[in-house]
């Protein structure tokens, strides 16, 4: 099986370095486990995923995206907190993920020091930022059902593995999980576009794993 690398995860060797460099503690997280966000560290997830949220004002969760290592987990919330004034929730979405844990003056005095972590954080900071505001736009112009198909696109191109049937997600994700990615209230209303998708043969559901069969047919309401 060969793992889909369409949309694939930016590359931060150069602070993995410099955190293994400076012998970083490295922090061994179970599946479902929150971090502990503060103002004063910064996380780095170094192996596994997580899942990144937004706690509304009203106490809503908003599900935003999954990041999956290496990946300067802090940075990404510090680029939602400044898009949407809301407290950013990050929970461990694999059996484990290792993650470093640095100050934010530590970590920030490094990069003032190299001229290539200042490029990468200004560049993160940038594609990030646009990611998320072209997917505020999809969810705006596509109907339920087209923000359903858009977010499969995306897991498929994040998690998907090449099979002989199609493109197996390789994560666990419920249709609640689905719900709150794409702004919909209820799950049933997941459930029905999801049942329309099997009947199409569009997708398959096979021990709560999903398998694209038609990526040519998510990837329209992605454009």
Not at 135 to 147: L, P, Y
Request: net charge positive.
């Amino acid at each position: 099986m060969k793992r889909i690398t369409g949309v694939s995860n930016m590359c931060c060797d150069g602070v993995i370095q410099c955190l293994e460099k400076e012998k970083v503690s490295i922090l061994i997280k179970d599946r479902h486990t929150c971090l502990d966000l503060n103002d004063s560290n910064m996380y780095i997830l170094k192996k596994g995923i997580v899942k990144v949220s937004l706690i509304m004002q009203d106490e809503r969760e908003f599900n935003i995206t999954y990041l999956q290592g290496p990946d300067v987990v802090s940075l990404y919330c510090d680029c939602l907190t400044e898009f949407r004034k809301c407290l950013p929730k990050i929970r461990i979405e694999s059996e484990q993920a290792e993650l470093y844990c640095i100050s934010k003056e530590k970590f920030y005095k490094r990069v003032n020091e190299d001229a290539n972590l200042q490029n990468y954080v200004s560049t993160y900071y940038r594609n990030r930022l646009k990611l998320a505001i072209t997917r505020e736009q999809v969810m705006i112009m596509n109907s339920k059902a087209g923000a359903v198909c858009s977010w499969l696109y995306r897991l498929a191109s994040l998690f998907g593995i090449q099979t002989q049937k199609g493109i197996f997600i390789d994560l666990q994700v419920t249709n609640e999980d689905i719900a709150n990615f794409c702004g919909i209230t209820t799950r049933n209303s997941v459930n029905r576009v999801i049942r329309g998708l099997k009947e199409k043969h569009i997708i398959q559901v096979k021990n709560n794993r999903i398998i694209v069969l038609d990526m040519d047919y998510l990837k329209q309401f992605t454009e």
